[in-house]
């Protein structure tokens, strides 16, 4: 673990501290089962997120796709009786012929990829909002697939299975980033993208399979989220969820300039969020104050951090004269 | 010889356990062009800092027009009319060239809103390059204008400040030898007007061309002032690193052997026209000289893959390359060492194993997983071989001296196995220690049996280390010199066109 991460999860130990003294009930099984739940939804994405972000890339179009493959896959268990182990792999497809799609219009096309998933995040939730005539898409009285709840909404030993899942994913993810050639070449292209194809990096390569893992972990979070909301309205469901992304990966340490982060960091960024969430609730603070305590926590937190992290340079300099 | 305005008197300047600058003094004189070499660290940007008022003294006393002080600031350095034309250019590439002379500084229209006064500035800035000789307009865009055109950017943007004294830190590194001729040209004309003129560089013959006077430092000290008669490039080489520098270059040990690398009827898009044609042989250096834009760059990118050739063929060791990418090259044992260090050579926030094992990962894992302990072996091993000085291997390549940077560059490819290496434009900006091992290290690995194609602009560093001289004008051969017709002035004729 590195140095960043370590000052994170001291965060969210204290901001958990303070909460738990304030409010005991941030200790109750319920209530950090939920929480963990939620961790778990939002984690998976923003790992994928967090890869974009190391090419130097963002991908804006995480919600839609949230909302579009969520509206799919609940139509085609439900509506046209698809077996749903086979709806799930086909919404894997969708979520890696997006981020192919992404991917290559970013380094075929020279395209900005702010630009490109802005675009995708305005095509796919108009389509999803076409596709069920902006009706929700939920399952109907009396439908019900044991197997699949039991799978993503249930709990083993009391711990939400998305929140395994999670674990399950930044194991993975871990390796492929920390320890795979394909990790490495990621952050070479994200730090200098010239420098590592004059050392024969496969740069476009590498790119697109950020936006792929992207793809394709959203897709899966997709998945989760309309198993645990049941219901989706198109117009909303997902909305702002890139933000959340985002800013779990900027918590985390991560440079919007690329070649900068962690699995680690990534997920401790989504559990702190998730952690304010839950802190809003528990104290009484009117809950449309939400996204401003998110806002203003970020904000000092990137801020500290950096102001921290001159300061030790600075140190370090002094030192070595 | 009039008096000095400007005298920097027993300056030391101390950082924590280093000592920059130690008792050193300089007096410049109006219209004075004073020289200024010493290999890197010997505290060249120390003393200009100071100068400029970047950096405070610790010890000793400017004096500015007789008034003595013991620091200057920024603003009281511009004020004392000092000026700057950094080596790496600090302009505006999206402003014109006028917009650039006047930045912060526009002259504004009368009335309430204060709008920038484009007349006015047009017409202030157009005496200024006329006086320099421009051969571009003050409304041409800086992004349109070549290197030497930008420096006449900022040596206008000197003189609309009234400046005395003009320094000018690497000002040829990057020009051809009519731009060379030019500047010192213009130099000349400063001098003849008042200006002075401090001229860092490590191209000895041009600080020889047009020096008066040639202050050599050393590990921070001045280890020798030369007056005009004494100034020539052994004697600044002996001061500066304090013993004769004898046999630089190494001849080959054996005779070169059957063609290697084959470049037939390349073009590129810079230069669709003609083809280019170029055999370097087993065991050689071919030295490829030429002009700025003459595409000698745009040849060695294509050739590597980075924008693939318009047309023509390559072939290594007798085999048609099918080169799409850089990826493609290195696997076939073709690898580029590029000109820009900092921007294509390294990654200069990755540790120097990470960057040493860059191009070969997939030797270096099990399963797609890294093995680290076998990475950082290697790293250890090159770092030892090329004599790397560095802290360890898992420090950033970025807190190296450019001389070691470029080590780790020549370790990431040496570490594998060329069979030919283009190395393009080796030793720019590296001081004259790290320039004479890398020397070593290309003779070394042309006598290993490695095809070696040098692009170089650097006269003497072609001539040295070369077996044979190609040279290059716009796109095209313009002609192979053999060693013992190796020539400045001959390679200078094909250079500007005239062919064999």
Request: contains cysteine.
């Amino acid at each position: 673990m590195q140095k960043k991460d370590l000052g994170l999860l001291v965060l969210i130990l204290a901001v958990g501290a303070i909460v738990a003294i304030i409010n005991p009930r941030f200790l109750s099984p319920i209530n950090l089962a939920n929480t963990a739940n939620l961790v778990g939804l939002f984690g998976i994405f923003a790992i994928g997120q967090g890869f974009v972000i190391i090419t130097g890339g963002i991908e804006l179009s995480v919600g839609s796709v949230i909302a579009l493959l969520g509206v799919l896959f609940i139509d085609l268990i439900v509506t046209h009786a698809m077996p749903w182990p086979f709806a799930f792999l086909l919404m894997l497809a969708g979520g890696v012929l997006i981020g192919l799609a992404h991917g290559l219009l970013v380094t075929r096309m020279n395209m900005q990829p702010f630009i490109v998933t802005l675009c995708g995040l305005l095509i796919y939730r108009g389509v999803a909002r076409f596709y069920t005539a902006d009706a929700t898409a939920g399952f109907g009285f009396g439908v019900s697939f044991p197997t699949l709840e039991w799978l993503a909404t249930g709990r083993s030993f009391g711990v939400p299975h998305s929140f395994l899942a999670m674990l399950a994913i930044t194991a993975v993810m871990w390796v492929v980033l920390h320890r795979s050639v394909y990790g490495r070449h990621l952050y070479a292209v994200g730090k200098n993208e010239e420098a590592a194809r004059y050392s024969g990096v496969p740069t476009g390569r590498v790119i697109v399979t950020a936006y792929v893992i992207c793809g394709v972990l959203t897709a899966i979070a997709a998945i989760f989220f309309a198993m645990y909301t049941r219901s989706i309205s198109p117009a909303s469901h997902g909305g702002f969820y890139e933000l959340y992304a985002i800013a779990a990966a900027v918590l985390g340490g991560f440079s919007l300039r690329g070649g900068e982060g962690s699995i680690i960091g990534v997920v401790l960024g989504a559990v702190l969020l998730q952690v304010l969430q839950n802190l809003v609730n528990l104290l009484g603070i009117p809950s449309s104050l939400n996204f401003a305590v998110m806002g203003s926590v970020i904000l000092i937190g990137v801020l500290v951090d950096q102001q921290f992290g001159e300061y030790r340079r600075r140190r370090a300099a002094q030192q070595r004269q | 010889m009039t008096e000095p305005f400007l005298e920097l008197l027993n300056i030391g300047k101390r950082y924590p356990g280093v000592v920059a600058l130690d008792d050193v003094s300089l007096s410049v004189a109006p219209g004075e062009v004073i020289g200024l070499v010493g290999e890197n660290g010997a505290g060249k940007s120390t003393l200009m800092k100071v100068l400029g008022g970047v950096e405070q003294p610790s010890v000793g006393t400017i004096r500015v027009d007789g008034m003595d002080r013991a620091a200057m600031t920024v603003a009281e350095a511009i004020a004392a009319g000092i000026a700057f034309v950094h080596q790496e250019l600090n302009l505006f590439e999206n402003l014109d060239a006028a917009a650039n002379v006047f930045i912060g500084r526009e002259p504004l229209t009368a009335g309430p809103l204060r709008l920038v006064d484009l007349a006015r500035l047009a017409a202030a800035a157009a005496p200024l390059f006329e006086r320099l000789g421009a051969d571009f307009s003050p409304a041409a865009p800086v992004a349109s204008l070549s290197i030497a055109q930008r420096q006449l950017v900022e040596i206008a943007k000197a003189l609309s400040l009234d400046s005395r004294l003009v320094i000018m830190d690497e000002p040829t590194s990057s020009l051809t030898l009519t731009e060379t001729d030019r500047l010192l040209a213009v130099i000349g004309d400063l001098r003849a007007a008042g200006v002075s003129i401090i001229f860092i560089s490590h191209r000895l013959n041009e600080v020889t061309a047009c020096s008066d006077r040639v202050m050599v430092l050393r590990d921070g000290r001045k280890v020798a002032e030369l007056a005009k008669a004494e100034i020539s490039p052994e004697a600044m080489v002996r001061h500066m690193i304090g013993r004769d520098l004898k046999s630089v270059y190494r001849p080959p040990q054996a005779a070169p052997g059957a063609p290697i690398l084959e470049i037939r009827g390349a073009r590129t898009p810079a230069h669709p026209d003609p083809g280019v044609d170029i055999a370097v042989r087993r065991g050689e250096i071919l030295g490829l000289a030429g002009l700025i834009g003459a595409g000698r760059t745009e040849l060695a990118r294509a050739v590597f893959g980075i924008e693939p050739l318009t047309g023509g063929i390559v072939r290594l060791d007798g085999r048609d390359l099918a080169i799409g990418s850089p990826h493609d090259a290195i696997a076939q044992g073709l690898y580029l060492v590029p000109e820009d260090r900092k921007g294509c050579g390294v990654v200069l926030d990755l540790a120097i194993a990470q960057n040493i094992s860059l191009p070969r990962l997939a030797d270096l894992a099990h399963r797609g997983l890294v093995d680290r302990a076998a990475e950082t072996a290697l790293a250890e091993d090159q770092a030892e071989r090329l004599r790397i000085r560095a802290p360890g291997v898992d420090v950033p390549v970025g807190s190296l001296s450019g001389g070691n940077q470029q080590k780790v560059v020549l370790a990431k490819w040496l570490s594998m196995s060329p069979k030919a290496i283009i190395f393009d434009e080796p030793t720019r900006g590296i001081d004259v220690g790290a320039k004479r091992e890398i020397y070593d290290m290309l003779r070394a690995l042309a006598d290993s049996g490695v095809a070696i194609l040098m692009i170089s602009s650097d006269m003497e560093e072609v001539i040295g280390v070369s077996d044979r001289i190609a040279v290059m004008h716009e796109g095209r051969i313009s002609g192979t010199l053999a060693r013992p017709a190796f020539s400045e002035a001959a390679v200078l004729r094909l250079a500007v066109g005239h062919l064999q």
